[in-house]
């Protein structure tokens, strides 16, 4: 294990640098806080004293005219009036943080540095100092707003009628197996609930499927990857002796190959909203977020018990880990609760934690337990019987943790952008990344560095004396930006190393670094506007007695146990609906993160619980109920239409006949390549975000490494001036890690583009051949293989993606360049593996549909080809080796809806 002692994660290393004010710039630190303060603490009768003798007649005297309730317009947001609303600050950050003069806004302000408080003049010397001795102690302050009072509307006994009543929260019971009138149809369990149901409403099943949709469906589910034409064969041969046997057999390999994870790992990260950048205004990558999408993969191919990797997820900081290795991955689990959208803009850094904790909350209650606690944030739940302390009873176990997502950490902050306000750094893990390719210094260059610190933080020094001389002020400002982006970018690169020069391995996630305490709820949610502390604890409509909270812990870990807990019911039904809803089409319950009032009621309430239960029992296996289902008869049944079954049941709720499906955009992607025969099944490394590190999302790019970046630059401002052109000022920067005010003039933008692009990571990829789960999922920038076709939107949690058809998918399949390689690279394998016309053609369907054509299809496809030759474009080819005809003919079959569909 590496020691990492050398290099503790303190608050100083994720604090923001910069801030721009109109008529100047703000220099100031800020480190994250807790977003509603405690309430008065025991000070001491002496600090009581000074406070009231000392401070309260300043503030008084010199402040509450213009930062006061009775000021009316209040300056810049802040208000010193309160302790509360001293220590929240305004549009800039604090004004007091308790022991700490460097963050303290009001100390600067006092001795006229970057702010001039009061404006015209500079307090006494003894007054200042009285103020400093003040913050150093604490900064005692009785001072407390009156806490208003609120009368919930949802009540005791609209609990106790949810507790008792409402179906999501009642225990599970082990239902009565059915007894069907057709003993021969069912062959499961899954079966008799179905088909009980159906005879009810004289509803017959469909027939099976044809056994070459069967395996195509099973492998689509299961693997994301169509069969092939040999795979088929065998399945049909082992189906007409048996088609149960045919089917399990299959099953059981498919779970076993590690695609199986690849697939019903990416369902996962469409709930927990999986993304590679914050999103919002200021849109930054995550580089690290890939390690957490590797997890999830692992998890699902090892057979993770599922209430592992949920208590993992929420508490994986807490858990006592066996080895490094362990360790780390549940360090890494707990990037669920930092993957998040997040507005890194915000300049109010307890309203960006509320905010950041709001986020964790709803992702945590809506992807485990199918219910809106967020909702209860600023009053009590419209619908369901959540009330507004609920919400900050589970607000005091998130509150008291750091989230880490930026960059390493710099004391000069991850790569600064003036207009990020808010920046994180990330955690160390124990044990070292094999594939980490990222350089190693030797000691001549790491002292080299430092070297160049030392000189650019004097420089820096000397800027700001300029700046404060008020003497061309534009110029010190890009002095001023150039020296602090270098320093920052050198404070990273000492920060992702060890003493030896050798990369750390970093991830992101969440931290406990602050000791536990209840909150007050937000009256409204507004954070200045505080009501009575809640203890902290479970929803009251949750609440048990076994649940219980050591008065030092948080209570996260106490709560992320009970949610993998057996006696928790909404658990193990919320993901037995998810895994139900993956293999049918449609879940039991077809709102899947919502099982409240306003949800949709299981249609099948006894088998929600039959399969509840059964998943608890296989020590909450998601491959044992995966098989189950798959082996069910329901699973195999046809999608063929009924006019009669249709007039009963429009909506094929009971499930008389199989929902048909298209394929997702991964799935579509991956089949392309696979029929193709360039399908690349190994799993990369990382991937491009991580390759392009902490840097600004601009127009489907993220910005090269800074040395790139200035060598380009360098280069184009060079064949700019020997053109006798110039360069003008333009502060949108260069794509985020490198921010200069130069940019060239209209007149040159050619050369200038093209070294832009050749240092610049491209997000569509259409090049990759690998599976689509590693293309980089940046927020706002998807790539376009995956946006046209109804991909999950990562800026929130989607049980269930739209499914869509559209023009622009259409245009897609005609004209995208991936797709136009797929074609030619299937046509290439169908004409280097048969030489007649006729194998060929048979060949290409059963590649692409799984099956082989009629006599009419084979004719027509048979005269397309002829036809296409007879004619002088039939002499070009799209690339060598490729006839146009027959791919043609093969970008046809792709487009076509049969391919997009499952059944």
């Known amino acids: 294990m590496r020691r990492l002692d050398h290099m503790p994660l303190t608050h100083e290393h994720s604090r923001s640098l910069f801030s721009l004010l109109s008529g100047g710039l703000l220099l100031f630190l800020i480190a994250p806080v807790a977003f509603a303060e405690d309430a008065a603490s025991e000070y001491s009768a002496e600090q009581l004293t000074f406070f009231e003798a000392k401070i309260r007649p300043v503030l008084v005297k010199e402040c509450y005219c213009c930062h006061s309730e009775k000021a009316g317009n209040i300056r810049g947001g802040l208000r010193l009036d309160t302790r509360e609303l001293t220590h929240i600050g305004g549009d800039n950050g604090p004004a007091v ?48 707003r009156q806490v208003e009072q609120i ?27 059915p007894q069907t009138q057709d003993s021969n149809w069912a062959i499961t369990d899954i079966d008799r609930f179905i088909l009980a149901q159906l005879e009810g409403n004289e509803l017959p099943p469909a027939a099976d499927a044809e056994p070459q949709k069967v395996l195509r469906r099973l492998y689509f589910d299961l693997i994301g990857i169509p069969p092939t034409p040999e795979e088929i064969q065998d399945f049909e041969n082992v189906w007409k002796k048996n088609p149960s046997d045919a089917v399990e057999q299959v ?15 990416r369902h996962w990260l469409d709930v927990v909203r999986y993304a590679e950048s914050t999103g919002r205004e200021v849109n930054m990558t995550y580089p690290h977020a890939w390690r957490y999408r590797d997890y999830v993969i692992d998890a699902f191919n090892s057979d993770k018990p599922f209430n592992e990797f949920a208590v993992e997820q929420l508490a994986g900081d807490l858990l006592p880990a066996k080895s490094d290795e362990e360790s780390a991955e549940n360090i890494v689990a707990t990037t669920f609760l930092a993957i998040g959208p997040k507005n890194v803009n915000e300049r109010n850094r307890i309203q960006f934690q509320a905010d950041l904790v709001d986020e964790q909350i709803d992702a945590t209650t809506r992807v485990f ?49 003036v207009q990020v306000q808010r920046t994180s750094s990330l955690i160390p893990l124990p044990v070292d990344d094999p594939n980490d390719a990222k350089p190693k210094y030797t000691s001549v260059q790491m002292e080299k560095m430092k070297d160049e610190m030392k000189e650019l933080r004097e420089e820096a020094a000397e800027v700001r004396r300029d700046m404060r001389s008020g003497d061309n002020q534009a110029n ?62 479970l929803p009251q409509v949750f609440a048990t007695e076994s649940f219980a909270i050591p008065s030092e812990s948080s209570g996260r870990r106490e709560f992320a146990e009970w949610v993998g807990s057996a006696d928790n019911p909404l658990t193990s039904r919320v993901m037995v609906n998810r895994i139900w809803q993956n293999l049918l089409g449609y879940g039991i319950v077809r709102s899947p993160e919502n099982f409240g009032v306003t949800g949709e009621s299981p249609t099948h309430p006894e088998l929600l619980d039959h399969l509840a239960l059964e998943f608890v029992k296989s020590n909450w296996s998601v491959k044992t109920l995966v098989k189950e289902i798959a082996t069910s008869r329901v699973y195999r049944i046809s999608s063929a239409f009924s006019p009669s079954a249709h007039e009963i049941d429009p909506s094929n709720r009971l499930l008389w006949r199989a929902n048909p499906r298209r394929l997702d955009a991964e799935s579509l992607r991956d089949a392309m390549l696979a029929i193709s025969g360039s399908l690349d099944e190994e799993r990369p490394h990382a991937g491009p975000v991580y390759d392009a590190g902490y840097t ?26 020997g053109q006798g052109g110039g360069f003008g000022m333009n502060q949108g920067g260069f794509g985020g890690r490198f921010r200069t005010p130069f940019m060239p003039r209209p007149n040159q933008p050619n050369a200038f583009a093209n070294a832009m692009r050749s240092v610049t990571h491209q997000l569509d990829m259409e090049d990759a051949k690998f599976r689509s789960v590693y293309l980089p999922i940046v927020r706002d ?37 991936f797709v136009l390689k797929q074609a030619d690279a299937l046509a290439g394998r169908v004409t280097k593996e048969h030489n007649s016309l006729g194998d060929q053609i048979d060949l290409a369907f059963q590649l692409c549909y799984g099956r082989s054509p009629t006599v009419d299809e084979r004719t027509a496809s048979s005269n397309f080809l002829r036809q296409f030759n007879e004619t002088s474009a039939s002499q070009r080819s799209r690339t060598p080796g490729s006839p146009l005809a027959m791919a043609a003919f093969c970008q046809a079959l792709l487009a076509s809806a049969e391919f997009r569909l499952i059944d």
């Open 251 to 265: 099953v059981d390999r498919l779970l076993e190959m590690p695609q199986f994870g690849e697939r019903w790992g």
């Open 476 to 537: 010190v400002l890009m002095r001023l930006i150039r020296t602090s982006n270098r320093l920052a970018e050198l404070s990273a690169k000492l920060g992702s190393v060890d003493e030896n020069g050798i990369p750390i391995s970093f991830c992101m996630g969440v931290k406990e670094e602050r000791r536990a305490r209840d909150l007050p709820v937000l009256i409204r949610g507004e954070i200045d506007q505080r009501g009575a502390v809640v203890p902290r604890g």
């Open 696 to 721: 600004r999302v601009r127009g489907g790019t993220l910005g090269g490494s800074p040395e790139d970046i200035r060598a380009m630059f360098q280069s184009a401002m060079n064949a700019q001036r």
């Open 781 to 817: 920038e998807l790539p376009r293989s995956l946006e046209a076709f109804d991909f999950a939107d990562p800026n929130s949690i989607t049980g269930v993606r739209e499914s869509s058809n559209t023009p622009n998918q259409a245009l897609y399949m005609m004209n995208n360049p």
């Open 369 to 417: 337990l199918g219910s809106s606690v967020s909702c209860a944030r600023c009053h009590d739940h419209k619908f369901d019987a959540f009330r507004q302390a609920d919400y900050y009873a589970l607000a005091g176990m998130f509150n008291n943790l750091t989230t880490f997502f930026g960059a390493p950490p710099s004391d000069y902050g991850p790569y600064r952008q």
């Open 151 to 177: 009368q919930p509307s949802v009540t005791a006994e609209d609990i106790a009628q949810a507790r008792e009543q409402f179906w999501a929260y009642q225990p599970l019971r082990q239902p009565e197996v």
């Open 97 to 144: 943080v308790p022991g700490d003069l460097e963050q303290s806004l009001l100390y600067n302000a006092v001795n006229h540095e970057d702010f001039r408080m009061p404006p015209n003049r500079k307090l006494a010397p003894e007054v200042i100092a009285d103020i400093r001795a003040w913050i150093e102690m604490g900064a005692p302050d009785p001072r407390e």
